[in-house]
C-alpha cells in the first residue's frame, strides 16, 4: 500500500504570495491532518480534515486555510506569505478521524518564504 | 494541556547505550503513542500502548505506561546511530497535538 505523498516537496515563494501544498493519505484513510514544523515552535497542528469537513483546528491565523476532497486527498493554503511562514509542513493520515488512531505522516513539504 | 510532554529535551549516549526517555500528560487516555522523527522528515509511528496496557515491546524497543503518574517511558536498548532522531508522545486525548520532543544522538 503506497503511502502519504505530499507535492511538492520544496517550494520557494516570496512574502505576499500565497501558497498550495498537496497531500495523499494513504487509501483507504479518510482523516488527514496538517502540521508546521519549525526550529523555535516545534511541531503544531494546523487543522484535521474527515470527509471533507474540518473536525479539528490549531491556533493559527486565518491566513492558513485547507480543504478535503471527496477522494480524501487534501489540499492547505496559505495567502500573504510571511517570512516566519517558512517551514517544514506535515500531512498525516488515518483511518478515522480520532486521536485514538495512529497517524501515517508524509515526508513533507519544506516551504521557504524569502 | 492535554498533550504528552517529553523528557529530556535532550540526550546523547554511544552506541550500544540504552536510551530511555519520558513523557508525562495529565488527563486520562485511552492510548499513548510514540513516534520517531529523522531530521527533516515526516513522523514514524512507533508503537502504541493502551491504558490497560503497562508494558509492550517491538524489537529494541519497550514502552512502560502508568497511568497513576500519568506518565510513559520509552526505552531504545542497544542503540544504534541510526537511532539518532527526535521522538515524539501524543496520547490519545491530545486532539492530535505533539510535544517538543527528545532529540536523541547516538554517537558511534
Known amino acids: 500500500k503506497a503511502g502519504v505523498t505530499q507535492t511538492p516537496r520544496y517550494l520557494i515563494k516570496t512574502r505576499g504570495q500565497q501558497v498550495t501544498l498537496s497531500c495523499s493519505p494513504i487509501s483507504g484513510h479518510r482523516s488527514v491532518s496538517w502540521y508546521q514544523q519549525t526550529p523555535g515552535q516545534g511541531l503544531q497542528f494546523l487543522f484535521e480534515?474527515?470527509?471533507?469537513?474540518?473536525?479539528n483546528k490549531g491556533n493559527f491565523p486565518g491566513r492558513f486555510s485547507g480543504r478535503q476532497f471527496s477522494n480524501s486527498r487534501s489540499e492547505m493554503n496559505v495567502s500573504t506569505l510571511e517570512l516566519g511562514d517558512s517551514a517544514l509542513y506535515l500531512c498525516?493520515?488515518?483511518?478515522?478521524?480520532?486521536?485514538?488512531?495512529?497517524?501515517?505522516f508524509g515526508p513533507g513539504t519544506r516551504l521557504t518564504v524569502l | 494541556s492535554q498533550q504528552g510532554e517529553e523528557d529530556p529535551q535532550a540526550l546523547s549516549i554511544q552506541e550500544g547505550e540504552n536510551a530511555t526517555m519520558n513523557c508525562s500528560y495529565k488527563t486520562s487516555i485511552n492510548n499513548l503513542q510514540w513516534y520517531r522523527q529523522n531530521s527533516g522528515r515526516g513522523l514514524v509511528h512507533l508503537i502504541l500502548?493502551?491504558?490497560?496496557?503497562r508494558e509492550k515491546h517491538s524489537g529494541r524497543l519497550r514502552v512502560t505506561l502508568d497511568t497513576s503518574k500519568k506518565s510513559s517511558s520509552l526505552l531504545i536498548t542497544a542503540s544504534r546511530a541510526a537511532d539518532t532522531a527526535s521522538y515524539f508522545c501524543?496520547?490519545?486525548?491530545?486532539?492530535?497535538?505533539f510535544g517538543e520532543g527528545t532529540q536523541l544522538t547516538v554517537n558511534p
Open positions: 501524543r496520547t490519545s486525548g491530545s486532539r492530535l497535538t
Open positions: 500502548i493502551r491504558s490497560n496496557e
Open positions: 480534515y474527515f470527509s471533507e469537513t474540518q473536525r
Open positions: 498525516a493520515s488515518s483511518l478515522e478521524s480520532t486521536s485514538y488512531n495512529e497517524q501515517f
